[in-house]
């Protein structure tokens, strides 16, 4: 894409309100526009961001066996009555709105309530099930405080599974793929070494649930982590019982600030019983299904991403989530160089190579670096009269300080074997 | 995908409340689940016959020059107050709701406002225009009304995009790409034939807009169609003035139901005024930017084509949106057959070509048969017995009374060749 077709700009300074490091570098890059405190815009280079983190996360997911659908954000009282959930003064995050001819709705805080009623309709035998449904949607939640940038919405776009089984050992054994799928996901967004498996507090159902925890300095939890084994343990069930539990040393564990990327926790019955969500087993009795739930915030996952990698010049995007894999630079106004950067421009194009082409007239190469390290695109290619004289691009990695210049066919080969 | 991994059941009735045929065969194939009047939840294989409408609008919308984003669904009071639309007195369709903090959100129901207030951030000279951003994204209205199905929703999905022109000539230029680029939206979606650019009322900056009706006896809309020219008058601009304008023989109109799938207009400066969104031209001279806006509701096409080429057995979807291209039934338990209808599953499906494969055991062929007409996939493929005497597979189209045995490798070449 050319940059002068680009509608968005960088800008100095972010609103005077946003106090976190995620959204103030991604709106002055252009990523996210303020709409309100946790209410955010996407614009077309965060979209792309956003879409990539979605497509990760659909890969591993159908990889488990998930099943993609959309359920609706609207949510009716009559639905979460059942389980005991509508009341404000017991679930205090919603938001309500009124219908012009009488009656409340609910905007969707969570799912739990709408996959059981809608596989209600579906299941009845044994043959219906395992059913591992999910959605990416938005969804809103009332936070009384929201400072934390795209990390903390209260409208976010969210990808949740239901795991539905037959029994404790089907659902265990689905558990454990997702914990594997959860670490593929944040592995391959570029957070996998800052990403610890969390033993967070479960319910009456099981001991933990897991929390999937990537330490950055502004985390809102605190966990204590083993870093020879990599797991960790949320403050909140953090006793002499869970250490020796899981078999770990207190001296060896270290406190770190951290935020919550992903959790997984096992629902038992909590919500088939009140949804009477039940299945006739091969000797025809019926049990009630088992639940689990697997959720993660594409919005907090972006944030924490920019967070964790960021520099004091800009953002730094892993390959496989940033807005285009090349920022290509056009330097100054001669008619040779512009004629040589487009031509670079059109054969990474042809060879399905996602470039951001800085064809912009009038802008210094400082202002040009310094736009390309703020938005913090991988690769930089810079097309100038001194990279002509030297018969190349001048390439430079977004996290590395110095360039060289190389041939136009060595990059090709070099952007190939790349992540 | 394997049907027997499928959740979703066909069923006899849709909910007694449910009165549209649109939604009634939807909710009966396993589309989708009414959550409340106006409000449904898209099951697999809605949310894949949504995807490929959004991918057809996606790809004519950036051939024309447009670029997505996505805008929050949360809309603030100050932006709304600008343009003298957030009083419920003005527009009564707003749903709002309440920040536990204190203050009221709306939820969009148009982008108009959205979309003026981010772009006047990034506008000021006329070098940064035109620009086409648009979004697909949940829109709410709250209606009185609700009852044609996913054709009118309280909650749908919808695709917004605005033009931003320096003046006129470049808004009109626009214009009329938009007009051929929802023509070809709509022919590439199956109702073409049935849909017709109609003259509607326009407003303070263009005498019409238009809308794009298609001829259903179910539409809301009443419009004057002249069959030669296919053009439409709706009834609200429906006067001598405007037949003789458009050099139309009122003798020669016909009367007509019909459904707005699709609609475009002129906003002139509405927007631009109260959002001061200008920039300076070649002279340094300051300019309101000309705006048009041009919307098409997801829910509301897919309803459509519903409703226009259904018949008395169920959906027939056009090739391009079907959620799959073919439904291959395996009949009967005989080990060979079944052998043979895997072989043919996986040879389509290494062919690329999307398959829904039938392979539920206990199910007669007149249950399969019927279940096979109701989800409408175009082509049906029967492995039988007999279809292995003939040495082939059965093939029919599912707007075709009869089937012939056909070899695999004529079906390859067969659908290749196919839309």
């Given at each position: 894409m050319r940059q002068s077709k680009l509608f968005t700009k960088t800008k100095?300074?972010?609103?005077?309100?946003e106090i976190s490091k995620n959204a103030e570098l991604l709106i002055r890059a252009g990523f996210i526009h303020k709409e309100m405190a946790g209410v955010y815009s996407y614009l077309p280079l965060g979209l792309r961001v956003l879409n990539k983190i979605e497509n990760i996360i659909r890969e591993e997911m159908n990889m488990v066996g998930g099943i993609e659908m959309r359920t609706a954000v609207f949510q009716s009282k009559e639905v979460w009555e059942k389980s005991n959930r509508w009341d404000d003064d017991i679930v205090d995050a919603w938001f309500k709105t009124k219908l012009k001819n009488g009656g409340e709705v609910g905007l969707s805080f969570t799912n739990e309530e709408a996959y059981s009623n809608i596989l209600k309709q579906y299941v009845?035998?044994?043959?219906?099930?395992p059913i591992y449904p999910y959605d990416f949607k938005n969804i809103f939640r009332n936070e009384?405080?929201?400072?934390?940038g795209i990390m903390r919405g209260r409208e976010f776009y969210w990808k949740a599974l239901y795991s539905f089984s037959r029994n404790e050992e089907e659902h265990n054994e689905f558990y454990e793929k997702m914990k594997v799928a959860y670490q593929n996901i944040f592995k391959r967004s570029g957070i996998g070494h800052l990403t610890y498996m969390t033993f967070a507090s479960g319910g009456s159902f099981s001991k933990y649930s897991h929390e999937f925890q990537t330490v950055i300095s502004v985390g809102e939890d605190t966990i204590y982590l083993d870093e020879d084994s990599g797991i960790a343990i949320n403050k909140e069930v953090y006793n002499d019982e869970t250490i020796k539990g899981l078999g770990l040393i207190k001296e060896k564990l270290v406190e770190k600030r951290a935020v919550e990327v992903g959790n997984i926790f096992s629902l038992g019955t909590r919500f088939s019983e009140p949804f009477d969500l039940k299945y006739k087993d091969e000797k025809s009795q019926e049990n009630l299904v088992i639940m689990g739930s697997y959720g993660i915030g594409l919005g907090r996952l972006m944030g924490t991403v920019v967070e964790a990698l960021a520099d004091d010049k800009g953002i730094i995007w892993p390959e496989?989530?940033?807005?285009?894999?090349v920022h290509l630079l056009l330097l100054g106004d001669d008619e040779d160089v512009k004629k040589e950067a487009d031509h670079v421009y059109e054969t990474l194009t042809k060879n399905n190579i996602e470039v951001l082409f800085?064809?912009?007239?009038?802008?210094s190469p400082g202002e040009k670096f310094a736009d390309a390290d703020l938005l913090g695109i991988p690769y930089r290619f810079v097309v100038s009269s001194r990279s002509m004289k030297d018969n190349g691009v001048e390439v430079k990695k977004r996290n590395e300080e110095k360039g060289k210049v190389v041939s136009l066919e060595e990059l090709l080969v070099l952007l190939k074997h790349s992540a």
């Open positions: 100095k300074e972010a609103p005077t309100d009845s035998s044994y043959k219906d099930l009384v405080r929201s400072k934390s496989s989530i940033a807005p285009f894999k800085d064809d912009r007239v009038g802008l």
